[in-house]
């Protein structure tokens, strides 16, 4: 088993940043990507960024693409999600996930291969 917990979430203006935090603990499973996904208001939850164990590869939705960055500590077990030129519409839950080994053919933007999620930080980003 995984926990995963997410922090460092918070309230601020339009075109300011803020940088999110997903620590894991628990058994040792062997992790193919790491992610992060948000649910806006009254909408479904998306996809964001992940990033493969290892830090080798990156992927990001086409709206954080250039404003976001995902990195990884992996002596901490810490994962990272600096968000940049926020704008009202990323306001969301950010939540925080890991997807285990298996059907090398799913693309990392599905989130119903990710396995284990954390219960979510709030990002409110005012006008």
């Known amino acids: 088993q995984v926990q995963l917990v997410e922090s460092r979430g918070g309230l601020v203006q339009g075109g300011g940043s803020l940088r999110l935090s997903c620590s894991a603990s628990?058994?040792?499973?062997?992790?193919?990507?790491m992610g992060w996904f948000r649910q806006p208001p009254g909408k479904e939850r998306a996809f964001v960024a992940a990033?493969?164990?290892?830090?080798?590869?990156?992927y990001y939705s086409d709206p954080v693409k250039g404003r976001f960055t995902i990195s990884k500590d992996a002596a901490e077990n810490t994962m990272y999600l600096q968000l940049n030129s926020l704008n009202p519409e990323d306001t969301a839950v950010y939540y925080c996930?890991?997807?285990?080994?298996?059907?090398?053919?799913?693309?990392?933007?599905?989130?119903?291969?990710?396995?284990?999620w954390g219960r979510g930080t709030q990002v409110t980003v005012s006008s």
């Open positions: 628990g058994r040792p499973v062997r992790i193919e990507y």
């Open positions: 990033i493969t164990w290892n830090g080798g590869s990156t």
């Open positions: 996930a890991a997807r285990p080994y298996g059907d090398v053919s799913i693309s990392p933007y599905y989130a119903g291969a990710y396995a284990y």
